[in-house]
């Protein structure tokens, strides 16, 4: 009965009766777990996965979560985090949009994208939605995620494990063991270096070249981050970018390509797409 997410209901009425738009400013301490959790099944009670409509709720917490900020985020719900996330944030994801930023006020030598802003775990078996984290989160970033769409500016060991969907673009470094069991959805990470080979998991995964379609998606997402955030590495990206698109690196499952190939031939034939991408996953 002391949860957060009680007093984020009741400044949510308006939206949750009548679709309204709702803002509010709020203070959050690390004592503050699954926020928005509660909030979530009040949305999906009264309109089920749908939702509502893009930033219906726009929530800005400043302070240090708990864990399992955002978990189970609906869609119309926008989460906005000025200061720390611990581990779990975004857990199971549903359609909401979670920002992590530093405040404004930190100080002149604090670099974001050389600190750790979340914790383990983030956006584990998330279903959809956006994250935008400027900053630096934990291990096993992703892990599990199936159709959400985040970015980050470095990852630790084993980011996109066991991932089966969605769309993960990391503008730093990453930890050993990237891309392990990862059987769908694509990643991109920022490797002006070339030594991000070094820590990918192969098993499953290639290192594909970014198409030009890739390219367009990757400039608006990047965009949408800094917009976002205020991200300085992803305005210095943008401002560069015919050169700096050339950096990135494309993550792609071998077993996940092999089913897209097979879509958009049965599609330009006039087969039966669904046959094929059936075919296609059981070799």
Same mark, same amino acid.
């Given at each position: 009965?002391?949860?957060?997410?009680?007093?984020?209901?009741?400044?949510?009425?308006?939206?949750?009766?009548?679709?309204?738009?709702?803002?509010?400013?709020?203070?959050?301490?690390?004592?503050?777990?699954?926020?928005?959790?509660?909030?979530?099944?009040?949305?999906?009670?009264?309109?089920? /996965?749908?939702?509502?409509?893009?930033?219906?709720?726009?929530?800005?917490?400043? @302070? &240090?979560? %708990?864990?399992? *900020? $955002? =978990?189970?985020?609906?869609?119309?719900?926008?989460?906005?985090?000025?200061?720390?996330?611990?581990?779990?944030?975004?857990?199971?994801?549903?359609?909401?949009?979670?920002?992590?930023?530093?405040?404004?006020?930190?100080?002149?030598?604090?670099?974001?994208?050389?600190?750790?802003?979340?914790?383990?775990?983030?956006?584990?078996?998330?279903?959809?939605?956006?994250?935008?984290?400027?900053?630096?989160?934990?291990?096993?970033?992703?892990?599990?995620?199936?159709?959400?769409?985040?970015?980050?500016?470095?990852?630790?060991? /084993?980011?996109?494990?066991?991932?089966?969907?969605?769309?993960?673009?990391?503008? @730093? &470094?990453? %930890?050993?063991? *990237? $891309? =392990?069991?990862?059987?769908?959805?694509?990643?991109?990470?920022?490797?002006?270096?070339?030594?991000?080979?070094?820590?990918?998991?192969?098993?499953?995964?290639?290192?594909?070249?970014?198409?030009?379609?890739?390219?367009?998606?990757?400039?608006?997402?990047?965009?949408?981050?800094?917009?976002?955030?205020?991200?300085?590495?992803?305005?210095?990206?943008?401002?560069?970018?015919?050169?700096?698109?050339?950096?990135?690196?494309?993550?792609?499952?071998?077993?996940?390509?092999?089913?897209?190939?097979?879509?958009?031939?049965?599609?330009?034939?006039?087969?039966?797409?669904?046959?094929?991408?059936?075919?296609?996953?059981?070799?």
């Amino acid at each position: 009965d002391k949860v957060l997410d009680n007093k984020l209901i009741a400044l949510a009425k308006p939206a949750l009766e009548g679709r309204k738009p709702v803002k509010a400013e709020i203070a959050i301490k690390n004592v503050d777990r699954s926020t928005g959790a509660m909030l979530s099944g009040e949305i999906a009670k009264r309109y089920g /996965h749908a939702g509502l409509a893009e930033d219906t709720i726009w929530f800005s917490l400043k @302070g &240090t979560a %708990g864990q399992a *900020f $955002g =978990a189970w985020a609906a869609s119309g719900l926008t989460l906005d985090l000025v200061g720390e996330g611990n581990d779990y944030v975004g857990k199971g994801l549903s359609g909401g949009r979670i920002i992590v930023r530093p405040p404004a006020d930190s100080h002149p030598d604090f670099v974001p994208e050389d600190n750790i802003i979340a914790g383990n775990v983030m956006l584990y078996g998330a279903t959809g939605g956006e994250a935008f984290v400027r900053g630096v989160v934990g291990e096993r970033f992703c892990v599990r995620n199936s159709g959400a769409t985040a970015v980050v500016e470095g990852v630790g060991d /084993h980011g996109c494990e066991y991932m089966t969907g969605g769309r993960a673009v990391v503008l @730093g &470094t990453t %930890g050993r063991n *990237f $891309g =392990a069991g990862m059987s769908g959805g694509v990643a991109f990470v920022y490797d002006p270096d070339d030594t991000f080979f070094r820590r990918l998991n192969t098993e499953m995964v290639d290192l594909d070249p970014v198409e030009p379609d890739d390219a367009v998606w990757l400039r608006n997402t990047i965009r949408a981050h800094v917009e976002a955030t205020g991200s300085t590495v992803g305005d210095r990206i943008l401002d560069r970018w015919y050169d700096e698109v050339r950096r990135f690196k494309k993550v792609m499952p071998r077993d996940y390509k092999r089913v897209l190939e097979a879509a958009r031939i049965a599609e330009e034939t006039g087969q039966n797409v669904d046959e094929a991408i059936m075919a296609a996953a059981h070799g």
